[in-house]
């Protein structure tokens, strides 16, 4: 956990940079068979509770912790060859100057398969660090996905997957036009870690000797 902290709030030397990753999952069009009602005076929207089921997608991204900035791809499945599709993606559009790419990520399968260590062996720049077992607040991009679905995720009535998808990378677009980080600092973490900490050392019994 504070190595991750210190992957976060750390100076960073000119030719690294940290992305956070992960994906949202089955992320569905939900077309309503009645359309949305917009808010009048005294009244406030209606949105049809009745939607069609015409498939889902899957959103891989990586945040920038330093720039706010957001690369993603939409993908109808989520397994290595999606996150390696992102990844290579990311080897595209990192300039070559930077020479060291922290991957921060939780640790399901998709990120540290025999594949994914295979693409990363032959790709030496980009360092993959895992948070621990339930641990995706402390995964940056979360936050992102929180506003992501708040701005445009709330109520989805989009008519198809390729519709919804195209909103999602419009959102990105967007956001990067104005991108900020989410500002972590050592002090607020060493905080946090030290309530963890001590919550840990009260629910841990006391050892006993043998009789």
Known sequence: MRAVA???TRPLARWEVVLSLDEMTSLQ?????????????GRPQ??????????????FAALDTRTGQVYGRTFRR?????YLDLLNHLDR????????IHLLS???SVHHGKQVQRWLAAHPRFQ???TPVHCSWINPVEQWFGILRRKRLRSPNFPNVAAL???????MEQWNETARPFRWTPASLDRFLARIEAALAAATPPLTEAA
């Open 128 to 130: 993959a660090h895992f």
């Open 93 to 100: 559009t990192l300039p070559a100057t930077i020479t060291t």
């Open 165 to 171: 998808s195209e909103a999602i990378l419009r959102f």
């Open 106 to 108: 939780d640790n399901v």
């Open 29 to 41: 069009p939900r077309p309503r068979r009645v359309g949305t009602r917009p808010a009048q005076p």
């Open 78 to 82: 989520k397994r290595q060859l999606e």
């Open 6 to 8: 210190e992957l976060l």
């Open 46 to 59: 209606q949105v049809e509770h009745e939607y069609r089921r015409v498939g889902a997608t899957n959103l």
